[in-house]
């Protein structure tokens, strides 16, 4: 069995985004530092770092005009700010008025997305760090305009970087789409392991169609915002654009190759031939690994031939099957749905030599354009007034997280005052970075934070007290901020692990170092951390559950989307191309949205996870409609059936509807009374099908079953 080596693994990282992040946002931060450190100027070399840091905080992947205009905001708001807070930063009184409003109004940038709520976290963040600097309006003036240098230094560093390599974000971020998808392909391989457990790899599998989702959603953003790109100038462009497109469809048929594993692993186990399923699955999953590196990395992916030969000999041993079932051993239904499993990965193998082909046309004029209507794809964010006037009410839960905040970081402001710690802002920047609109979420970064921090404030002393030489320390100095930087998105635990080295190191440089410096930073975080995970409590909580009745019939509204377009793939003749893959985009968002906050609950106090069994019923029924529904929209693509009275699945195909509907209705008015609502059956008779054929009709039949399950449940689930 082929396993990842850790150099690919290593090889991985280094040309991912994060790595990229994380050498971009050091050598920002720290060369103005180094340079002017040189002339005997280091104090105004802090300051322009300090501009640089709270500029990177809104650098996150995304189209280049975001990022810019992002970083040119943030560029403004923290050179006003950090003028208004060293100029009124001697009263208390005033600076905890400004806190007040500031922290409500920042956090209240939530409702714009995320990287606007990330512009308020920058502009708090230099609030917070210039609280306790009391200095003459003059130096005032001359610290907030170095703090402006530094945070354009940062904005045009990023933006030349970008401008050397227009693609590379975007090749990164397709590349880690694809190691998703690979990854989603072999934890579906374990349902043809022998003795595996079916409840454990389905939820891991809801877990990896979320992050699948979450990559694909980014690369669509960078891909489809990216002027380059849509223009169609570049072979790369369109190279890129292509695989993309080819990926999304490759994932749709990983999504529907699902089956009743548990009879199959009855009926098949003795003859041995699921591990061999289990194994070619796995060597796909391998070759899509291949395609990812080299997006990365500029080289050729090829399939192997260990590959080939596998597939082959599958086919081979299905025929065999077929051929000596003589005596009946293994039912026919059996049979098929082996068969039909194996077309399925031999298509999907089709899909990754289409992908590998397009790496010798990548620098080509020929490369062909892909068919994308790119616009309808995309969601716009105005920044609208009156999105944030109309979200000034208790019913809001960014109203509710923005009352919060501005609570703790008052009590936290209080609390480090009256504490009088020489370092105290550490208290309401532990606040800050940990207070998150739901409890689960604040929770999960507090307990990150607490870890992070105690396990790197050991290091740093360890490191402080056994090694002296300046130009080593330097060195851990380097290594520990670019760990920091690369990890902040991909693992926040190893990005605090090294963020705490960093600063102990940090203040020994500046002679401010000392075993007690570590000590109050791990007393003012576990008080920062302990102040607003209560709050996040007990103060305007926000729970989960308040959140179901949307996120559920948000997914009943995509899969009966998703179900009406297939269905017009068989009765009707004009078919657009665009609108299904709206649907099926829409499907795979609201899947992932309703399985992460089901997983968040599980972080919630028990009281409040309101109908958690029926919940995991409801996730799980609705996975299954839509990998139902993308294995019917495959039959009809990719196997050939031929039916002469076909209009006789559609009293099917509208009690489907009929069903999906009135779970909607039930979720919205509180239904609690099951109606009889007959299945539509089937005789195989009013449809010509040859034996052995009824594959599209069952399909049909299954929606159907899944559709009134879906509907019994809803009349349950009282939210």
């Given at each position: ?11 991985d990282?280094l040309?991912?985004?994060y790595?990229a ?5 050091t050598?920002g931060?720290?060369?103005p530092s180094l340079?002017?450190?040189q002339f ?20 996150s992947?995304?189209?280049?005009v975001?990022r810019r ?5 943030t ?6 700010f ?16 400004l806190?007040a ?5 920042f ?14 976290t920058?502009t708090l ?8 600097d009391?200095r003459p309006?003059q ?8 703090v402006l240098a530094g945070?354009?230094w940062?904005?045009g560093?990023s933006?030349f ?12 971020s397709l ?9 989603f ?16 790899t389905?939820a891991d599998?809801?877990?990896?169609q979320?992050s699948?989702?979450e990559?694909?959603?980014?690369v669509?953003?960078?891909?489809f ?15 890129l654009?292509?695989v993309?497109v ?10 529907s190759?699902y089956?009743n ?19 070619a699955?796995k060597r ?11 997006l990365?990395s ?10 080939l ?11 065999n099957?077929?051929k ?17 499993i ?18 010798k046309?990548?620098s080509s004029?020929d ?9 309808k794809f ?7 007034f009156n ?13 509710r ?10 009590l ?5 005052q ?18 998150k609109?739901g ?13 992070g ?7 740093g002393m360890?490191v402080?007290?056994?090694?002296h030489d ?12 670019i760990?920091?930087?690369?990890f ?22 500046l ?5 007690a410096l570590?000590?109050?930073?791990i007393y ?9 995970l209560?709050?996040?409590y007990?103060?305007?909580?926000t729970?989960?559950h308040e959140k179901?009745k ?15 377009q297939?269905v017009?793939?068989y009765?009707?003749?004009n078919y657009?191309?665009?609108d299904y ?18 997983q968040?609950m ?6 409040k996870?309101?109908?958690i069994?029926?919940?995991?019923q409801f996730t ?6 839509s990998?139902?529904?993308a294995?019917?929209?495959l039959?009809n693509?990719e196997?050939?059936?031929?039916f ?20 909607i ?5 509180g ?5 009889n609502v ?13 034996s ?9 039949d299954?929606?159907?079953?899944v ?6 449940l ?6």
């Open positions: 069995m082929q396993i990842r080596q850790p150099i690919r693994s290593v090889q990282f040309l991912s985004t790595f992040d994380g050498l971009r946002i050598v931060v720290l060369l340079i002017l450190a005997g100027m280091l104090k105004y070399g802090m300051t322009l770092s300090l501009g640089a840091l709270c500029v990177s905080v809104v650098d992947p995304g189209p280049m975001h205009n992002a970083m040119l905001v560029t403004g708001l923290i050179f006003v950090s003028i208004i807070t060293g100029l009124t930063n001697k009263s208390h009184y005033f600076i905890g008025f806190l409003i500031s922290s409500f109004i956090s209240m940038f939530y409702i714009y997305g995320v990287r606007a709520a990330a512009i308020g920058a963040l230099i609030m917070v760090l210039s609280i306790d009391i309006w130096e005032v003036l001359i610290h907030s305009l170095m945070s354009l940062y904005t560093l933006y970087v970008y401008r050397l390599r227009p693609f590379r974000l975007v090749q990164q590349s880690d789409s694809i190691l998703e998808v690979a990854e392909l072999r934890e579906k391989a374990k349902f043809y392991h022998r003795n595996n457990n079916y409840d454990k389905y599998l809801l877990q990896l979320v699948v989702h990559k694909q959603d980014a669509r953003e960078l891909l915002k990216t002027r380059e790109i849509i223009r169609d100038s570049t072979p790369e462009g369109r190279f654009m292509l993309f080819d990926m999304v469809d490759l994932f749709e048929q990983v999504m190759t089956y594993y548990k009879q199959l692993h009855e009926q098949f186990d003795t003859a041995g031939i699921l591990p061999d399923y289990e194994m699955i796909i999953s391998y070759a899509l690994d291949d395609i990812a590196f080299a990365k500029g080289g050729t992916p090829v399939v192997s031939k260990r590959l030969i596998e597939i082959e000999r599958l086919k081979i041993k299905i025929n099957f077929e000596n079932n003589d005596k009946q051993q293994f039912s026919t239904s059996g049979i098929i749905a082996l068969k039909n194996e077309v399925n990965i031999e298509n999907i193998l089709g899909r990754v030599k289409t992908i590998n082909s397009y790496f046309l990548r004029k490369i062909r354009k892909a068919e994308v209507d790119t616009e995309i969601t716009r964010q105005k920044f609208d999105l944030f006037t109309e979200n000034l009410t208790y019913s809001s839960s960014t109203f997280h923005s009352l919060r905040v501005t609570v703790v970081m008052v936290g402001f209080v609390v480090s009256l504490l009088n710690f020489s370092h105290s802002y550490w208290i309401l920047l532990t606040i800050l970075v940990i207070s609109p409890f689960s979420l604040t929770k999960q970064r507090n307990y990150q934070r607490l870890i921090t105690t396990v790197g404030a050991f290091i360890g402080l007290t056994y090694v300046r130009n080593t320390l330097f060195v851990i100095l380097l290594i520990c901020m760990g920091c930087y690369s902040q998105r991909k693992n926040y635990v190893v990005s605090v692990l090294f963020m705490t080295p960093y600063i102990l190191i940090l203040f020994d440089f002679g401010m170092g000392s075993l570590a000590r109050e930073r003012d975080t576990f008080i920062g951390s302990g102040i607003a209560l709050a996040s007990s103060l305007f909580p729970w989960e179901l949307e996120a559920m019939i948000n997914i009943l509204r995509s899969n009966k989307a998703y179900f009406e297939v017009k793939l009765f009707e003749k657009n191309r665009t893959k709206l649907a099926r985009k829409e499907v795979y968002v609201s899947t992932a949205n309703l399985a992460s906050l089901f968040r599980f972080s919630e106090p028990k009281s996870q309101l109908f069994k029926e919940v995991h799980a029924l609705s996975h299954l409609s990998s139902y529904i294995t019917l929209s039959y693509k196997h050939d059936f031929h002469e009275n076909f209009d006789a699945l559609k009293p099917i195909a509208n009690n489907t509807i009929y069903l999906l509907d009135t779970c209705n039930n979720l919205e008015k239904q609690n009374t099951v109606e007959p299945l539509i059956r089937l005789n195989d008779n009013s449809l010509n099908i040859k052995g054929e009824d594959l599209v009709p069952e399909q049909f299954l929606i159907q079953k559709a009134y399950d879906l509907y019994k809803s009349v349950k689930i009282k939210i």
